[in-house]
């Protein structure tokens, strides 16, 4: 044993004797090294020509590129069935805000995640309403949709919108 273990031990003993726990020490340590902070996970590389193959057949395909943590604006119309669909990649554990507006009371947004193959939309404009707040529980591809109704994109009818799409 070493001299210092054998004052512990000593100690330890004197303390027991005495009903007491001994407490040992250990010689210290060097400091421990701070955990080096994990990388923040990327978004998917967006491949236009597999998104194009998802949109409805009067859909055009626009990629909203921003920062990482950023915000972009887009403006458009929707006339018909004609409308315009933005792609965001979005990465792991990312938050997806879309806030759409309009002075036309026939027009709402969906948001679709494009990995899935039913077409199922994550919100729906006409029921969820105008704003979107999505956290993408693995990296992924949106694709938000402006759209009428079937009775007035029918008649033809025309209204405009803009978007802002935030992630964070």
């Given at each position: 044993m070493r001299p210092i273990s054998m004052f512990v031990f000593a100690a330890g003993l004197a303390l027991a004797s005495c009903g007491e726990k001994a407490v040992e020490t250990k010689p210290s340590e060097a400091p421990a090294t701070p955990a080096a902070t994990p990388p923040v996970p990327s978004a998917p590389a967006i491949d236009t020509e597999a998104l194009k193959a998802k949109l409805p057949p009067d859909g055009t395909l626009e990629v909203l590129s921003f920062d990482a943590a950023g915000s972009a604006?887009?403006?458009g119309e929707v006339k018909g069935y004609a409308a315009p669909v933005y792609a965001v990649a979005v990465a792991a554990?990312?938050?997806l805000n879309v806030v759409f507006e309009t002075t036309s009371t026939n027009l709402y947004m969906n948001v679709v995640d494009s990995a899935?193959?039913?077409?199922?939309a994550v919100h729906r404009g006409e029921a969820d309403g105008a704003n979107a707040t999505l956290t993408a529980a693995k990296p992924t591809i949106y694709l938000i949709q402006p759209f009428q109704p079937r009775a007035t994109a029918r008649r033809g009818e025309?209204?405009?919108f803009t978007l802002t799409v935030t992630r964070k």
């Open positions: 604006r887009a403006s554990g990312q938050t899935d193959s039913s077409g199922a025309a209204g405009a």
